[in-house]
């Protein structure tokens, strides 16, 4: 039986200091020689994920941006892309009219950027942008118009909670909408993705394109539930949400314990 192992990163396969200990990277590096399929399914872009990726060997196609991407790892090429129709104009006006302004992810003039009014940042919203100091994707604009520009894939809403909220009840049924706090900075994140962006989807593309008969993931956030129903098995690990736990098949140890890696040694291949 081929079976696909897919992780998330952050809270996952990341320790809280948002690396890998060498001892994971070590295991599933080992793992993957002997045949393992490994993957890793995650909200970051490709450049942050292999930035706290380093040193591990992840040779199929990895899903980024929630799902909004399926990339393959080693020439980079998108495999799968996922972007919001024309009616994404009516949700950023939607936004503005209450006073939010996004973080909005799209391919502009053919480069792919993330666009942000330095103005109009939240500080959970400067916060971020000050973790990506030097990456080529940053596009501070003056006019927040210019945030419909380009083919948008991806909108980022880091604010209050009490404005978020009826935002996410707002388009969560008619758009993929992850609704939650940051387990770094404890910030209310909006994300809005099209509908068709999932990882739940984008797992069952990648598992169709290399031929898996079996899907095993991992995950600690409530964003993983629909990856667990898209998979055969999913484990959490012990830090996971308690939404998260009740539909996984088990519970692992912590992000902190290796908890994925120390399962794939014992159960994998």
């Given at each position: 039986m081929k079976t696909l192992y897919v992780s998330d990163l952050d809270g996952t396969l990341l320790r809280s200091d948002e690396?890998?200990?060498?001892?994971?990277?070590?295991?599933i590096n080992t793992l993957v020689s002997k045949g393992m399929l490994f993957s890793y399914a995650t909200a970051r872009s490709l450049i942050t994920a292999k930035k706290v990726t380093k040193g591990l060997s992840a040779k199929i196609p990895l899903i980024v941006y929630n799902?909004?991407?399926?990339?393959?790892?080693?020439?980079?090429?998108?495999?799968?892309a996922n972007y919001f129709d024309d009616s994404v104009n009516d949700v950023l006006e939607d936004l503005f009219s209450h006073d939010i302004?996004?973080?909005?992810?799209?391919?502009?003039?053919?480069?792919?950027?993330?666009s942000f009014v330095p103005k109009l940042c939240t500080k959970g919203m400067n916060t971020f942008i000050n973790s990506r100091k030097?990456?080529?994707?940053?596009?501070a604009i003056d006019d927040y118009k210019d945030l419909k520009k380009?083919?948008?894939?991806?909108?980022?809403?880091?604010?209050?909670?009490e404005k978020l909220a009826p935002m996410y009840e707002?388009?969560?049924?008619?758009?993929?909408?992850?609704?939650?706090?940051?387990?770094?900075?404890?910030?209310?994140?909006?994300?809005?993705?099209?509908?068709?962006?999932?990882?739940?989807?984008?797992?069952?593309q990648l598992r169709e394109m290399i031929g898996c008969d079996k899907?095993?993931?991992?995950?600690d956030g409530k964003n993983d539930i629909d990856l667990f129903q898209a998979a055969d098995?999913?484990?959490?690990?012990?830090?996971?949400?308690?939404?998260?736990?009740?539909?996984?098949?088990g519970v692992i140890l912590s992000n902190n314990e290796d908890g994925v890696a120390k399962w794939l040694e014992d159960e994998a291949l």
């Open positions: 690396q890998m200990s060498e001892y994971t990277n070590n295991t799902g909004a991407f399926i990339i393959d790892n080693v020439t980079e090429e998108v495999l799968r302004y996004p973080i909005v992810y799209g391919i502009v003039d053919g480069k792919e950027k993330f030097g990456d080529i994707r940053t596009n380009g083919n948008i894939f991806y909108i980022s809403c880091i604010d209050e909670t707002r388009y969560k049924h008619d758009y993929h909408c992850v609704f939650q706090k940051d387990i770094y900075t404890g910030d209310q994140w909006l994300e809005i993705l099209p509908k068709t962006a999932s990882k739940a989807n984008a797992v069952r899907v095993v993931a991992f995950g098995e999913g484990y959490a690990v012990s830090n996971a949400h308690e939404d998260l736990k009740k539909v996984a098949t």
